[in-house]
């Protein structure tokens, strides 16, 4: 805006100091308040605000300083938690390099994954992973979701395919674009209330027919079982995609309020608990929470979306779904 | 009630708690009312579970929808730790409605799971902050009067129904029960206009003795 006014005032041949950005006046950066837009103003005139919000400010921090961080997370019963799970398993004593991309997945880099290498633009990774993997000895990988899949990774998934590069890729399917607000995109199933007319375009024929030698379908949920088709993934020599495939859970609850399916939540069974917290400190899923009596964990049923994941991960088979008795022993591994 | 006046409202709490219909629905009744409201949204990337503030303007002749720090009339918190986090907004002996609702980040409890501790941030430690800034602290269970109510997911329009308790709020309870009655399914209208009335209530009750607030009766 700065420098198209800037380009007016030329045209108009006005003879005014036009100050913004380029000056310093206001920042490139930063989410913009009013302290900030106050003090660029007041910077720009020469004056001083009128208001001190730094103390307003400090005085405020001050306050809560005892509140913890609301970090931005997975929602309950979101599929990427689940595929980070297995990942995180998978690469237990390699040495990797993760590019991130943007989408919900984005949120890898915060606790407790904290698994970015790098987080650019929608479609970076895989060209980033691609020059990366010519140059490093590490496993490199990469993750983008079903929108950013057809956006913009297409290019860098030719440019892998006829290099023959050492890069995997995970397309975390989720039906949607989940993080703009669940829109349908090529890949979405037709059976999704898609508009009449439209073709679905399967990521998976899509990678076969680029080329890829190695193309693994995965249910998200299933995280035992991923490890190991993870593994598999990241020791192919050339590039391997693996979609992990769930619906986002936001988008699944609508179609579940549409069909009448039930959300049955689950709950610890406390006599089993032996309090790992394996389900709190490994999978930071918002529903958990553990009793300040005995520290066994406990389940918000307002928050809990039912997708049994936690069960899975439970090393002592102690969390099962409402009204149903814990599974067995048969979930140790 | 002071139809013309200027009424800035900080809205916050934590994604899934209906927090951006809840000022859609204020929004709306403005506009049935005729009363200019500017409205800006922050939420975190997480859809569920980041926290999340709507800045709301209502009346006036703001320019930006953005409240400068200490000028809100009222914070309306559906989480109790977020109205702490967004208290260099509110105004000196500015009205604060808040949940009894604590939801604790996964960061929290697995901090404190780490560190083999129990001693999670408590509701009374939080308001004793808060009226630290203001005496016209209303604390209320909103997930309670919900079901209460009849249905938990009436928690946000508990909190539409606190605000009109205030005489200082520029919206008619009329207005604003037919704003939520347009904005939720029609099978779910009596239960959400019990929670706006219990949300009325609690609100009247916990802040009728040092704020100016609406009499009425409830049904
Ligand atoms: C070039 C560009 N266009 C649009 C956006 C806005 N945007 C943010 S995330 C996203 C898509 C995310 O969808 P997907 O990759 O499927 O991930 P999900 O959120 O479903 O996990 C878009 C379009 C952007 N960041 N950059």
Not at chain 1, 206 to 224: F, N, P
Request: hydrophobic residues 40%; charged residues 25%; contains cysteine.
């Amino acid at each position: 805006m700065e420098h198209n006014t800037k380009r007016i005032a030329k045209d108009f041949g006005l003879d005014v100091t036009i100050l913004g950005k380029d000056k310093g006046h206001f920042s490139e950066a930063m989410e913009y308040n009013v302290p900030i837009v106050v003090r660029g103003i007041a910077s720009a005139l020469g004056m001083e605000p009128k208001i001190d919000y730094d103390e307003i400010l400090k005085r405020a921090d001050e306050l809560k300083s005892m509140l913890p961080e609301r970090m931005p997370c997975f929602c309950a019963g979101c599929p990427h938690r689940a595929t980070f799970w297995a990942i995180k398993q998978a690469i237990r004593g390699r040495n990797v390099v993760f590019n991130n991309d943007i989408g919900c997945y984005s949120m890898a880099f915060f606790p407790p994954l904290n698994m970015t290498s790098s987080l650019l633009c929608m479609g970076s990774s895989l060209g980033l992973s691609a020059g990366m993997s010519q140059v490093l000895e590490d496993d490199v990988m990469c993750v983008v979701g079903d929108s950013t899949f057809f956006h913009a990774t297409l290019p860098g998934l030719v440019n892998s395919v006829y290099h023959n590069l050492n890069v995997t890729l995970f397309v975390l399917d989720n039906e949607v674009t989940a993080m703009t607000g669940q829109q349908f995109h090529p890949g979405t199933p037709e059976d999704r209330g898609m508009p009449e007319g439209k073709k679905r375009i399967k990521i998976e024929d899509v990678c076969r027919g680029i080329g890829v030698g190695h193309v693994a379908i995965m249910d998200s949920y299933d995280v035992k079982n991923n490890v190991d088709i993870i593994k598999k993934a990241l020791d192919f020599k050339g590039p391997s995609v693996l979609i992990s495939r769930r619906s986002c859970a936001l988008h699944g609850d609508r179609i579940k309020r549409r069909t009448g399916e039930p959300i049955i939540q689950n709950e610890v069974n406390k006599d089993i608990c032996k309090k790992p917290h394996t389900c709190i400190r490994d999978f930071y899923c918002p529903s958990f929470e553990f009793d300040t009596d005995d520290r066994a964990a406990r389940i918000l049923p307002e928050i809990c979306d039912g997708c049994g994941v936690c069960a899975k991960i439970c090393p002592f088979g102690s969390i099962h779904r409402k009204g149903e008795e814990a599974p067995a022993k048969e979930v140790k591994q | 009630m002071s139809q013309d006046s200027k009424f800035d409202l900080v809205i916050c709490g934590v994604g899934g708690q209906g927090i951006v219909l809840l000022s859609n629905i204020i929004g709306s009744a403005c506009a049935k009312a005729d009363l200019e409201a500017k409205t800006g949204e922050l939420h975190g990337l997480s859809q569920r579970s980041g926290t999340i503030y709507i800045h709301m303007r209502i009346g006036g002749d703001n320019l930006s929808p953005l409240i400068p720090y200490a000028e809100a009339d009222a914070i309306v918190s559906l989480e109790a730790m977020e109205a702490l986090r967004y208290i260099e907004y509110l105004k000196d002996d500015g009205v604060i409605i808040l949940n009894k609702r604590v939801i604790h980040p996964p960061i929290e409890v697995a901090q404190l799971s780490k560190e083999k501790r129990t001693d999670f941030i408590t509701f009374d430690e939080i308001k004793e902050k808060l009226n630290s800034v203001t005496p016209n602290v209303a604390p209320l269970s909103g997930l309670d009067l919900a079901k209460e109510a009849g249905n938990p997911l009436t928690e946000n329009v508990v909190f539409i129904g606190a605000l009109s308790a205030l005489k200082a709020f520029p919206l008619e309870v009329e207005v604003l029960k037919e704003s939520v009655a347009e904005s939720v399914p029609k099978k779910a209208l009596n239960v959400n206009l019990k929670a706006f009335d219990l949300g009325y209530k609690a609100a009247y009750d916990g802040l009728c003795q040092s704020v100016e607030c609406v009499e009425r009766e409830i049904g």
